[in-house]
Every structure is written in C-alpha cells, then in structure tokens.
C-alpha cells in the first residue's frame, strides 16, 4: 500500500493539471471569443482581401498596408480585454488618427461597446455595456469631442443601411450604438446608418479616419447576425479601394507605424529579460509548474527506504524455502495431486521432527525410524498408528479417494499431537 502512495498522488497531481488546462482563463483565446476578431480576418481572406496582424515585435510600414483597423480599447476601465502577448512602450499606445493624417492611410477606428467580462463568459447583456462618457472619453484622446452617443431601446435593433447607392444591406445589432445625428460636430459626415443614428462617419479635420459606432459588426459577436458579415466586407472594401492589393492591417496592439520598412529588421533586434517572460507565460507554466511537482514528488519518495532492511542473510534462505514450498503447492492443487502434496507434506514434518529432537543431520530415513522409537517408548499405540497413517500418506497418498485422505491425515494430525516432542 505505501509503494501504491506515490502513483496515487502522481495521478491526483495529473488531474488538477488537467482540470486547470481545462479551466483556467487562457488570454489567447480572446481572438476566438465573443469580442475578437478572428472571424473578421478569416471572412476577409475568403473573400481574397488580404490581411494582417498587429506583432510587437514586427514593425508595419504604412507603405505596405492598404486600410488599418483599430478596435478602439479604454485603458482606465475593463472594456476590452487585452490581447495575449500585447505590450505597450511607457509613453502609452500611438494615435491612430495622427498617424492617418501623418502617412495618408485609411483607418478604421472602432468604438468599445462590451466590457471585456463578455470575452471570458460568452455573455453580453445590458449590464455589461461600456459608460458612454468612457467612450467620449476615449474618443477626446485621439482628437475627437463633443459626440453624443445613442442605444437601442429594444434589444436588437434591424435596419437597412448601404454604402454604396442601389446596394441596401441588412444589418442586426444587438443592443444597437450609433451617433447621435443631433450632436455631430460641423465638419462630420455620416456615411452610413440606421434610424436610430449614424454608424460610420468620416470628419473633414482628418479626411483618412473613419470612426465605426458599433463593433459588433466587425467582430465575432456580430458577424454571425443578418447580413452583418456582408456590411463588414462592402465597408472594408470602400475604405481601402476595390483595385487594391495590398493587405488590410488589423492592428490590435496600437503600436506605432513606419514611414517605410526599416532595412536591416530582423538584425539589429536585441533580446531583452522581458522576452524570457514568453517561456514562462501560460500555458508553458503550466507545463513547468507541473514537472516542478512530479520532481518534487520523486525526491520525496526517493529519500526513503522502501521496505526494511534484511539483517540477516538466512532470511533470504528462509524466505525463498517458503516461496517454493508456496509454489509448488499451488501448482500440485491446481494439477489435482493433493494427495501427492499431502505426503512430501507429512515425509518433510517428520523430517523436521526427526531434526528438532536429534540434530540437523537426522533428517533422512534414519532419522525418521529413530523418532518413532522413541515416540513408541512414550506410547506404542500412539505411535503405531502415527507409523500407520504416514506411511499410507507417504506411499499411497497420490491413489487415496479424497475420504481417506481426510481420515488419514486427521489421524495423522491426533497422533502426533498427542506427543511431547520437547527439544533437542
């Protein structure tokens, strides 16, 4: 039982692994989930539109990319929940809308609208909205104020909006956000909208920035709904230009663009104690705390003796005699010869007597004869019938009826017991 003690826990150990693998929260998984994106680009590549994802690592050059898309995130509060491995410098994330101007590029910008709790549970409600002021406030960051926002009063909101004359398109929100039409500063035209509000505007203060009210017509959670997915193509294609080949940018990661390329990226890169991180992140710690365990485990085990020590060597004697006496009566009552096991029984008991009384080397026949001499000294009925019923056992044993077998041996048995055999 104490040897089966440490396979037991290694097993316990194994399952709470596999349960954590199976439970814990896993942050790159964000793109699958209700507010990611991955849906978006999978859509886009199966409709030949080229796409491309935000890297830390990699620097984008605006030349290389025809419309950059930038799911819109507030810092100060839980909205969206932040992509794994996504890594800002301390001057914070770069100002999407600057750049456009700055490069001349097409971008996207799209509001929060869910709180990041939905990425985890798969659950959105109205409790689980974003504030308005966050987003006005968030929208001031990158230049733009004094929007009022609008929500649906039912919870979802149909309605027939096209980006291009002639080519209506349904669309389904849930919980539907738009521009209050009413608020829109001098300048801002939409483009794109329902009754309830505009969706998708365009300022004339930065003509290459779009800003898109509602993310759920680009990501997963919306995309599903309608003929959303259909919007979200016709939308991408407007803003980048239907002859363009180069790839849409989905930049998740806000860091800052390059005017070109840089030439000898992919040389100059310098590790840092911070790219050591990434061998320890989920799910790798996961791995590396549990062989930390199972090491911890055996170093357990392995500072005990298993078993006492043996002091003596004839007690391997001992114990290999009991072994193959064991065995071989195993193998004689499977084979059906219990009366052959019954004499080597009684010849090697005598034997044994004859040994206890007259010395280690009267166990043979000898022996034997002389132990009945002197047992017929203490009582000659006795042990004429103890001579009777072991010799019947010792020479016929294996042709005895299981009847005389028993009645043999429980005189055997009586006889003998009848006698004081003392020591030696």
């Given at each position: 039982m104490r040897k089966s003690a440490p396979v037991l826990i290694l097993v316990l150990v194994l399952a709470l692994v596999a349960l954590a693998l199976f439970w814990l929260p896993r942050g790159n998984d964000f793109d699958r989930?209700?507010?990611?994106?991955?849906?978006?680009?999978?859509?886009?590549?199966?409709?030949?539109?080229?796409?491309?994802?935000?890297?830390?690592?990699?620097?984008?050059?605006?030349?290389?990319?025809?419309?950059?898309?930038?799911?819109?995130?507030?810092?100060?509060?839980?909205?969206?929940?932040?992509?794994?491995?996504?890594?800002?410098?301390?001057?914070?994330?770069?100002?999407?809308?600057?750049?456009?101007?700055r490069y001349a590029l097409p971008t996207l910008i799209v509001l929060p609208k869910?709180?990041?709790?939905?990425?985890?549970?798969?659950?959105?409600?109205?409790?689980?909205?974003?504030?308005?002021?966050?987003?006005?406030?968030?929208?001031?960051?990158?230049?733009?104020?004094?929007?009022?926002?609008?929500?649906?009063?039912?919870?979802?909101?149909?309605?027939?909006?096209?980006?291009?004359?002639?080519?209506?398109?349904?669309?389904?929100?849930?919980?539907?956000?738009?521009?209050?039409?009413?608020?829109?500063p001098s300048g801002c035209k939409e483009i794109a909208g329902t009754p309830l509000g505009a969706l998708l505007l365009r300022c004339a203060q930065k003509p290459?920035?779009?800003?898109?009210?509602?993310?759920?017509?680009?990501?997963?959670?919306?995309l599903a709904l309608a003929d959303n997915a259909s919007f979200a193509v016709s939308l991408v294609t407007l803003l980048r230009g239907a002859a363009e080949k180069r790839p849409v940018y989905l930049d998740t990661a806000g860091?800052?663009?390059?005017?070109?390329?840089p030439v000898d990226e992919g040389k100059s890169y310098e590790r840092s104690a911070s790219d050591l991180k990434r061998f320890f992140a989920y799910p790798l710690s996961v791995i590396w705390g549990t062989l930390i365990v199972v090491a911890a485990i055996c170093f357990w085990r392995g500072a005990y003796r298993f078993g006492p020590p043996l002091r003596e060597a004839s007690a391997n004697i001992e114990l290999?005699?009991?072994?193959?006496?064991?065995?071989?009566?195993?193998?004689?009552?499977?084979?059906?010869?219990?009366?052959?096991?019954?004499?080597?029984?009684?010849?090697?008991?005598?034997?044994?007597?004859?040994?206890?009384?007259?010395?280690?080397?009267?166990?043979?026949?000898?022996?034997?004869?002389?132990?009945?001499?002197?047992?017929?000294?203490?009582?000659?009925?006795?042990?004429?019938?103890?001579?009777?019923?072991?010799?019947?056992?010792?020479?016929?044993g294996h042709v005895m009826t299981r009847a005389d077998l028993h009645r043999n041996l429980d005189t055997f048995r009586k006889s003998l017991g009848s006698f004081d055999l003392g020591s030696r």
């Open positions: 989930s209700p507010l990611g994106n991955k849906g978006l680009e999978l859509w886009l590549q199966a409709k030949g539109i080229p796409v491309v994802r935000s890297d830390p690592h990699v620097a984008r050059a605006s030349s290389e990319i025809s419309l950059r898309i930038v799911p819109l995130s507030i810092r100060k509060g839980e909205a969206v929940a932040p992509q794994a491995g996504e890594e800002t410098d301390d001057a914070g994330p770069a100002n999407p809308a600057e750049e456009a101007s869910w709180r990041g709790s939905v990425s985890m549970d798969g659950v959105a409600s109205k409790s689980k909205l974003v504030d308005l002021i966050d987003i006005s406030d968030e929208l001031e960051k990158i230049g733009y104020s004094d929007f009022g926002f609008a929500r649906s009063k039912t919870d979802f909101e149909e309605a027939q909006t096209q980006l291009k004359s002639g080519q209506p398109i349904k669309i389904d929100l849930y919980q539907a956000q738009t521009f209050e039409r009413s608020s829109l290459n920035v779009y800003l898109l009210s509602d993310p759920d017509l680009l990501n997963n959670h919306g860091q800052p663009l390059d005017s070109e390329k290999s005699k009991t072994a193959a006496i064991d065995a071989t009566a195993r193998l004689l009552r499977l084979s059906g010869n219990d009366g052959r096991m019954a004499g080597q029984f009684v010849l090697h008991l005598l034997a044994d007597k004859a040994q206890l009384l007259f010395g280690s080397g009267a166990g043979n026949q000898a022996g034997i004869a002389r132990l009945f001499q002197r047992l017929a000294r203490q009582d000659k009925a006795a042990a004429q019938a103890l001579h009777a019923a072991a010799e019947a056992l010792i020479e016929r």
